[in-house]
């Protein structure tokens, strides 16, 4: 049973600490997505890779955000420093190009809330 | 850019049927999907509709019409398992996906 796998599940921090999430797409999926969800903005799409090339990370505040693909089965999303208002849960997705539909498989999410 | 607009709760009572509205202004256009969404879990797939028409799925159908901008999600013999939230996106040119607002399913015994 194939899924996407993300660590840690939930995070507790304070501000102006550093925070790194990783997610493990599925095996053989060839894009990954990292999102933000929080009840007033939704979820949000913060940065997108294809064959580990960053390809969109036009909704990721890049004074504080970096998201990197070390390799295939590897994606982190990190977060440095940390502000109250990044508390959200941070999704990724991974997906298949040469699939038309490309759909996207979710991870479990993980849970951040900074103090 | 892309606007969506779904309602944002509805309730239902159960066995009965549930249709939720989408509409989405996008530059570009290259497929709509729905997702089910139960409380504090992932969104999980449920449907695309790339083609104007409707796509059945067991209990689950949408329908998607492209020159007006509009999908539907209709949820046939409701249970109490379905009450969730059901988001709509959209793809675009990049294949990136724009999500609606989410409309949450209320389902009553």
């Known amino acids: 049973d194939a899924r996407v796998t993300q660590t840690p599940r939930h995070k507790v921090t304070e501000m102006g600490q550093e925070v790194t999430m990783r997610c493990q797409p599925i095996?053989?999926?060839?894009?990954v997505f990292w999102y933000r969800q929080t009840m007033m903005q939704g979820l949000e799409l913060l940065a997108y890779?294809?064959?580990?090339?960053?390809?969109?990370d036009s909704g990721m505040p890049k004074d504080r955000f970096s998201a990197e693909m070390p390799d295939a089965t590897l994606a982190t999303l990190k977060i440095q420093p940390s502000e109250p208002r990044d508390s959200a849960v941070y999704f990724c997705?991974?997906?298949?190009?040469?699939?038309?539909?490309?759909?996207?498989?979710f991870g479990p999410g993980t849970r951040l809330l900074v103090l | 850019g892309q606007n969506i607009d779904q309602p944002t709760e509805m309730t239902a009572t159960e066995g009965a049927i549930v249709q939720i509205n989408c509409t989405y202004q996008?530059?570009?256009?290259?497929?709509l999907f729905w997702y089910q969404q139960h409380a504090g879990e992932a969104p999980t797939f449920l449907s695309y509709?790339?083609?104007?028409g409707l796509e059945e799925k067991g209990r689950f159908s949408s329908f998607l019409s492209r020159s007006k901008g509009y999908s539907y999600l209709l949820l046939k013999e409701l249970q109490m398992k379905d009450s969730a939230s059901y988001l709509c996106?959209?793809?675009?040119?990049?294949?990136?996906?724009?999500f609606g607002g989410g409309t949450r399913v209320l389902v009553k015994p």
């Open positions: 890779f294809r064959n580990r090339a960053p390809l969109d």
């Open positions: 095996l053989g999926h060839n894009t």
């Open positions: 996008t530059s570009g256009f290259n497929g």
């Open positions: 509709n790339v083609l104007d």
């Open positions: 997705a991974s997906g298949f190009l040469r699939d038309i539909q490309e759909t996207q498989y």
């Open positions: 996106a959209v793809r675009a040119a990049g294949n990136k996906l724009t």
